[in-house]
């Protein structure tokens, strides 16, 4: 009599659940990003080549200009090149902001963040990894600046090396914030040519009508108007106060306040403009 043999139930086995990279922490990838950016600096050639255009400046404004020293409603006992390189700083530190958007429009055109988007890279760290990289730059430049006209200029303000290291850590606060309205600009216009015609339209008149180079007052009274309101006025003021060693609270709150408004204002709408396809 044949024996019936008992079949052994059957078993699905379910295929393992393959794990997807998600990729490491955002403050891991401003890291990594920022470093990549920074090795930029390792080639003296753009040092020299940032140093170039402030320098000129430096030397064209301070013969041109140092006739004023001598007029009327200038600063009594204080050299032409001490009033005029607090405010080169600010202007140095305001151009630098520029390329900010310049270098994300560029990138953007060139499809070095098209293939960001195929990895786990959140795009705001781009974001704050340019800024970041753009203030290392901006820093290292004034400093190299301020060293220069020490060294060259005679540069010897009666606020002494505190005064100027304050004066430097101003312009740089105030570059900083200025570079997030840029990179919100370079995220939403997306050229490098419409970025650049943008960007000098905005600066130059903030820097000529202010009291970067000749005192408010020797100003035409319609140009005397719109320099009392311009922003970039009060960081003038503010860095020359410090560093001439007669700070004044309102143009230094003013200057940091304004910062930090267009940092919040103009890193949301960059990190938006970013997002987009």
């Known amino acids: 009599m ?14 393992p659940t393959r794990r997807t990279w998600s990729g490491t922490s955002l403050p891991n990838q401003v890291l990594v990003l920022t470093g990549r950016s920074l090795r930029a600096l390792r080639d003296p050639r753009m040092l020299v080549m940032s140093l170039l255009t402030p320098m000129i400046m430096l030397l064209l404004f301070s013969q041109v200009f140092r006739s004023i020293a001598h007029t009327p409603g200038f600063p009594t006992g204080v050299n032409y090149i001490d009033y005029l390189l607090p405010a ?36 705001v760290s781009v974001l704050f990894a340019r800024s970041f990289y753009d203030l290392t730059r901006s820093a290292v430049q004034l400093v190299l600046l301020l060293m220069a006209a020490a060294l060259l200029f005679g540069y010897a303000p009666g606020g002494g090396i505190l005064g100027s290291a304050a004066a430097l850590a101003l312009a740089i606060a105030v570059g900083w914030g200025l570079g997030w309205a ?96």
């Open 2 to 15: 044949p024996t019936a043999t008992a079949t052994p139930p059957r078993t699905t086995s379910t295929p």
């Open 182 to 277: 840029f990179l919100a600009l370079g995220a939403w216009l997306r050229t490098v040519e419409v970025m650049q015609t943008v960007g000098f339209v905005a600066i130059f008149p903030l820097m000529f009508a202010s009291s970067a180079y000749v005192p408010i007052a020797s100003l035409p009274g319609w140009l005397q108007a719109v320099a009392k309101v311009n922003p970039l006025t009060y960081a003038i003021d503010a860095a020359r106060g410090l560093a001439l060693g007669t700070p004044t609270l309102g143009p230094i709150a003013g200057a940091l306040l304004t910062s930090a408004v267009i940092t919040v204002i103009g890193s949301s709408l960059a990190a938006r403009g970013i997002r987009r396809p």
């Open 88 to 123: 080169i700083l600010v202007t140095t530190a305001t151009q630098a902001a520029l390329t900010s958007g310049v270098g994300l429009a560029n990138d953007l055109r060139n499809g070095v963040l098209s293939r960001f988007r195929a990895l786990p890279i959140r795009m």
